[in-house]
């Protein structure tokens, strides 16, 4: 297994503003997926992070709004930018290990845009 | 496209009733079905990935089935402490995985 951990938690914003979300894993991996999962909802996949090359995003999302970075294999960090109401959502961080067959998730972190 | 559908939405069990959850999928090359269980304010946590069609795995209470067109999670004896919602996803040609709605479950004493 792994063992992920998010920052921050938890944030409020203001409409307009940008906030990056880490993602730190213990132990090296080389898929790192960013999820968002909005009230109600299930998770919807908005990119996958390989280090050492672009982010891939799903469509609907868009690198401007969700710049990705992935500089090695035990970190990644997402932002969302220029942020409305519409993007309080929770933001998730995964990482598959091994032949993919075990994929595991950090504990997300909570945004309300205000 | 990969398509997951959950049912029921919510269930509740008193302690000591077994039910089933189910998961319907239509995929392009299943390479993996799995369900996780998430509490609220909290990730999803991993429970099982299974492969092909008749393949079952068990982990305490809970029992997951697979066939070609669904997956049931059977759980037997609820306890409270299997109050959650719980997850089914698919993996097909990618790595990510796409997800179901899920199933929120209430087991009362």
């Known amino acids: 297994s792994a063992v992920i951990s998010q920052k921050p938690s938890r944030d409020i914003c203001q409409r307009g503003t940008s906030l990056t979300i880490q993602c730190q894993v213990d132990s090296q991996v080389t898929m790192m997926f960013w999820y968002r999962q909005q009230p109600g909802q299930s998770l919807t996949l908005i990119a996958t992070a390989n280090q050492g090359s672009e982010a891939t995003y799903e469509s609907g999302f868009v690198i401007d709004k969700f710049p990705i970075s992935r500089p090695n294999l035990t970190f990644s960090t997402l932002t969302v930018s220029n942020m409305s109401p519409e993007d309080s959502s929770i933001y998730l961080c995964?990482?598959?290990?091994?032949?993919?067959?075990?994929?595991?998730f950090g504990p997300g972190t909570r945004l309300t845009v205000l | 496209e990969d398509q997951v559908t959950q049912s029921p939405e919510a269930l509740r069990l008193q302690e000591g009733e077994s039910s089933s959850l189910n998961c319907s999928y239509t995929?392009?090359?299943?390479?993996?079905l799995f369900w996780y269980r998430q509490d609220p304010g909290k990730g999803p946590e991993f429970l099982f990935t299974l492969y092909s069609a008749g393949e079952e795995k068990e982990k305490e209470r809970l029992k997951a089935t697979l066939t070609k067109k669904e997956s049931f999670l059977h759980i037997t004896a609820p306890k409270p402490e299997d109050s959650a919602t719980y997850l089914c996803a698919v993996r097909g040609s990618g790595y990510a995985l796409n997800f179901g709605k899920g199933t929120s479950l209430l087991v009362t004493p």
């Open positions: 995929v392009s090359g299943l390479r993996g």
């Open positions: 995964s990482v598959a290990t091994g032949t993919y067959n075990e994929q595991f």
